[in-house]
C-alpha cells in the first residue's frame, strides 16, 4: 500500500511538474540594432505575430531594436550569457568566432543580391552557418539587407575621389582593407554614432545600404551618395546551442518554420525598400545621388580587388570560388 501511494505522488508530482512546465511561456528575447522600420526590424515583428499566432502559452517574444540591449559587437557575448536568445547581427561581426563569414565583406564579390542569394542557398553557403557552433552559436538563416553605397563630403565618381578622406566602417578588417585601398582612411565606430559624427564632421563619409541610409537619415548629413552597389551588407540570425538544444523538439520545429517564415518575409521588404528608399531619397533633393558609369564603376572594383588575394588564405579558396561562381545564373 505505502509503494503504492508513493508511486502515485511521484507520478502526481511529475505531471504537476510538466505542467508547470508549460504554465510559463518561454521568453526569447530578440536584440537588433536598427530601427523597426527596417527589413530586419520588419523581420522580427513578423516573427513575434508568428510565434504568438502558432506558440501561444508556450513561448514569449520580445523584441528590442535600435540597440536598445546589446550593440550587435556585444549581443553574440550575451547570448552566450543567455542574456538574449536570438540576435541578427551583421556578418562582419562574427569575426572572433570564425574568420570565414568575413567573406561576405568583399568588395565587388557579388554582382547583385540575386548572386548573393544563390551563395547563400547554396551548400558552401550552408555550411557557412554551422561555423559558428564550435564557438556555442547556431545560424539559423540569412536576413538581406541590400547592397552597400558610399556617402561623402565631396562627390565620389572614381577612386582618386576618395583618397584623404574618413569613413566609418563597421568592425571588420576586410573593410578597412577595401578603403586603404582607394587611399582613404577607415574608422570603426559604433552604428549608432554615425549621425552624429557625419553631422559634426568628425568623418566624412560611410558606406550603407538605401534603407539604412533612409531610416538614420544619414543622407540629411551627406552632401553624396554614389550608387555603387559595391559590396553587401546582411545578417546571421543566430542563437545559442544551449538555449536551442534546451528546448522541446516540437517547439524547436515550430520555431524555426517560424523564422524561415519570417526571413523570407523581410528578404522580400528588403528588396522593395532598397528601390523604394533610394527613389525617396532621390526625392527628398536633400543630397546628390551620383550613378556611375559602367566604366567609373568598373574603376571602383580593379582597384579593391587586391583585398581578395589579401583575404583569400582566411576565407577559403574554394568558398571565394563558390562565391564568384555564384554570379553566373
Known sequence: MKKSILALATAAAFALGSLSAYASPITLKFSHVVAENTPKGQMATKFKALVDERLKGKVKVEIFPNGQLFGDNKVLEALLLGDVQLAAPSLSKFKKYTKKLQIFDLPFLFNDMAAAERFQQSE??????????????????YMHNGMKQMSASKPLH?????????????????LAAQFEAVGATPLKKPYSEVFTLLQTKAIDGQENTWSNIRSKKFYEVQDNITSSDHGLLDYMVVTSAEFWNGLDKDVRTELKKALDEAV??????????????????I??????VIELTKEER??????????????EAIVGKDLLDAAIAANKE
Do not use: C
Open 124 to 141: 558552401a553557403g550552408q555550411g557557412l552557418l554551422k561555423s559558428v557552433e564550435k564557438k556555442g552559436l547556431i545560424g539559423l538563416g
Open 158 to 174: 572614381v577612386p582618386a575621389d576618395a583618397k584623404g578622406l574618413k569613413f566609418r566602417i563597421m568592425s571588420s578588417d576586410v
Open 264 to 281: 523570407k518575409y523581410g528578404n522580400k521588404v528588403a528588396a522593395e525598400k532598397s528601390m523604394s528608399d533610394k527613389q525617396a531619397i
Open 283 to 288: 526625392d527628398s533633393k536633400r543630397t546628390n
Open 298 to 311: 568598373q574603376q571602383w572594383a580593379d582597384v579593391m580587388k587586391p583585398v581578395w588575394k589579401q583575404f
